[in-house]
């Protein structure tokens, strides 16, 4: 079966530090990959989205990139952290096309800016 | 553009009656529409979808969600609600022509004993 995991669970940052959020994906190969950050418990927001190795894709200008250096692992960076990055972050993947296929959630980072 | 509504930002149900979380969507061409629910400080996780076929779509832990076109929604729906429902649901759409899920801004059930 597949998992999906997420590290760290929870962070804590001074504004103007880095960030980096791992995410990788277990039993299944070339899956899509998605970073969704939540705000205040509720809404999602797209932030970036790969359908292989080095193809990103952004949804939304912000101070955050994605890579993707192995087929199951997608990362989430900064080069410096704003207050309003806080939030909680969520790593996804699902099947290849078509795109009738759901979305797998893993369990999330939540990561405070101070 | 595709986009969901979910009216209510809470619903209160007692124990043992039935439920209903409303969605309404909005969608250029066929929808692809999906319910998450979400507990405290997890992600989410996929109870059902409606890609085609029949519209009443049958999923995990007893939900089901009916698909009515002429209404443009896909209400989730259980017949007995338990006080281990109580969480956030979402609706999500996609047309069919991206990779990308829109969500709704949730609906927080509360069941109470």
């Known amino acids: 079966s597949q998992t999906i995991h997420q590290w760290p669970a929870t962070l804590v940052q001074p504004v103007g530090s880095p960030l980096s959020l791992e995410c990788t994906v277990e039993?299944?190969?070339?899956?899509?990959l998605y970073w969704y950050r939540q705000a205040a418990g509720r809404g999602l927001q797209l932030l970036f989205y790969?359908?292989?190795?080095?193809?990103i894709s952004s949804e939304v200008p912000q101070n955050l990139s994605a890579s993707r250096p192995q087929d199951r692992q997608f990362i989430l960076s900064s080069k410096k952290l704003l207050l309003s990055d806080s939030g909680f972050y969520l790593c996804?993947?699902?099947?290849?096309?078509?795109?009738?296929?759901?979305?797998?959630f893993g369990p999330g980072t939540r990561l405070t800016v101070t | 553009a595709q986009s969901v509504a979910q009216p209510e930002d809470q619903v209160n149900v007692a124990e043992g009656n039935p439920l209903t979380v409303k969605c309404t969507y909005s969608?250029?061409?066929?929808?692809?529409l999906f319910w998450y629910v979400q507990y405290p400080n997890r992600g989410l996780q996929f109870l059902l979808k409606?890609?085609?076929?029949?519209?009443l779509v049958k999923g995990s832990y007893g939900f089901e969600a009916e698909f009515n076109k002429s209404q443009t929604s896909f209400h989730l729906k259980k017949p007995s609600a338990l006080v281990s429902d109580s969480a956030l649901y979402f609706c999500?759409?996609?047309?069919?022509?991206?990779?990308?899920?829109?969500f709704g801004k949730g609906t927080s059930l509360l069941v109470t004993p």
């Open positions: 996804a993947w699902s099947l290849g096309l078509p795109s009738s296929y759901e979305q797998y």
């Open positions: 039993g299944t190969s070339n899956p899509n």
């Open positions: 790969s359908v292989g190795i080095g193809q």
């Open positions: 969608v250029s061409g066929n929808p692809y």
């Open positions: 409606y890609i085609t076929g029949d519209n």
């Open positions: 999500a759409v996609r047309d069919g022509t991206g990779y990308a899920l829109n």
